[in-house]
């Protein structure tokens, strides 16, 4: 992207410092902050004469949890009756934390979700309150919320989360790259494959890159592909672990085009993570594209050169494909509250402040993601490449969620495992697919 927006970008940048270095997949094993009274509170009890509130999410580094701290503690301010108890945990402990609790009387009275079928386990749970009428009674409010974010977590016309960010994923491109070999955006996957031939024979080794010793990335391919060749109705199907059979041969064929694709990103993709692969090759130039998310914006813009520019473009549809081919895969995460918490006019009202343009544009100009909040992110406080990204996931037909948060871990842990294994070359589609076969028998049974 262009560098012409230097305040906003070193505003960004500065401010981003302390984001994880990789998107879903990293972070610290940090365990947490309390704020608040210090104290916890037993099942929310009130403390003295203030509605004590516990909020648990999954950002415990910096700059998020330091931003959640600012908020916290200014709206306690602001609510002098209140004492918001917050914790944190990193990511896959978080998700392990939060199974434990969501079904107990430990669950927290607020607490951060995925969307898909992450929230429907939290709600399987028969502890999370219903929202409709939350939605309903403010609509001055909630009309600012982007509709494709809520729909993320609304299941069978009822919502059980308030939405606090979006993202997609999509291929960047080098632009310098593309001009100098007269490439255009690939729409279908046959110019894609043409575009990487281009870039091959034009002297790029690794004309695409990926770090495949991260199994979340590799799924995030797998995902998009998935929707992208199946019938929706034969993915829903499979996705779900009471009737999931994964015997339609088109999930071969995705297989097979992973393959393809694999063989375009090198010998070294297969020995490095996602973060190397981003910042030491694609930053680089050595490798003119790669599949990444728009919470990597901030990342990425720490180590691209002065003249690096890049564009996007979503990924291209197959040919023989059955599924919606204007897809965006990504997915808003947001925050779900008990219906067991003691305090829950006092837990709306928070989120109302939280879920704003207030907080909204805290979470770009501090954090760098973006806001579910419409006029939350504008030219004031956000990179072009931020606001070109909100315009896609606006445009985008529907959001696909990402595959470890569509279907049962029993799946995606094999198809991550059988996708790098084949990339490796040491399994075949056929043979992934067998093993995806017996572990979805034997969730049916």
């Known amino acids: 992207m262009k560098k012409n927006y230097k305040r906003v970008i070193t505003l960004l940048l500065t401010a981003a410092m302390g984001l994880s ?112 009428q939350v939605y309903d009674e403010n609509k001055e409010w909630s009309s600012q919320i982007a509709k494709a974010s809520v729909d993320g977590f609304t299941f069978d016309g009822t919502t059980y989360a308030i939405p606090w960010s979006q993202d997609g994923k999509v291929f960047y491109y080098n632009k310098k790259i593309f001009a100098d070999n007269n490439l255009q955006i690939p729409k279908t996957w046959n110019e894609f494959i043409a575009v990487l031939d281009s870039l091959k024979a034009a002297g790029y080794e690794t004309p695409i890159v990926e770090g495949l010793s991260d199994n979340w990335a590799v799924l995030h391919y797998l995902g998009t592909m998935n929707q992208r060749m199946l019938d929706p109705e034969v993915l829903a199907k499979d996705y779900n672990a009471e009737t999931g059979e994964f015997t339609d041969p088109a999930y071969v064929e995705v297989l097979k085009k992973w393959q393809q694709l694999t063989s375009y990103m090198g010998e070294t993709s297969v020995a490095i993570d996602h973060e190397t692969a981003r910042n030491t090759y694609f930053a680089a130039g050595e490798a003119p594209v790669m599949y990444l998310q728009f919470a990597e914006i901030p990342m990425l813009e720490k180590v691209i050169p002065e003249d690096f520019e890049y564009g996007f473009f979503n990924f291209p549809s197959f040919e023989e494909g059955k599924g919606d081919p204007d897809g965006l895969t990504g997915a808003p995460e947001g925050f779900m509250i008990s219906n067991k918490a003691k305090n829950p006019e006092e837990c709306v009202k928070f989120l109302k402040w939280l879920v704003s343009k207030k907080g909204g544009e805290a979470l770009t100009t501090k954090a760098g993601d973006i806001s579910s909040v419409a006029g939350a992110v504008d030219e004031t406080n956000a990179l072009p490449s931020q606001l070109e990204a909100m315009d896609i996931i606006k445009s985008a037909s529907t959001l696909v969620p990402w595959f470890d948060n569509a279907c049962d871990p029993s799946i995606y842990t094999v198809y991550g495992q059988g996708a790098q294994a084949i990339a490796a070359g040491d399994e075949t589609p056929e043979s992934v697919m067998e093993q995806v076969k017996e572990a979805a028998a034997g969730l049916r049974k």
């Open 21 to 132: 270095l990789t998107a879903c997949g990293g972070g610290s094993t940090s365990t947490g902050t309390e704020t608040g009274s210090g104290t916890k509170a037993e099942s929310g009890k009130n403390q003295g004469d203030k509605a004590v509130i516990r909020f648990f999410h999954r950002w415990p580094n910096d700059p998020k949890n330091s931003m959640f701290q600012e908020l916290v503690k200014e709206y306690m301010a602001e609510n002098p009756n209140v004492d918001i108890q917050m914790d944190s945990i990193i990511n896959d402990q978080y998700k392990e934390k939060i199974r434990m609790v969501v079904s107990t009387d430990e669950i927290p009275d607020l607490f951060s979700s995925w969307s898909g079928t992450f929230a429907k386990e939290m709600i399987a749970s028969g502890n999370v309150m219903e929202l409709n």
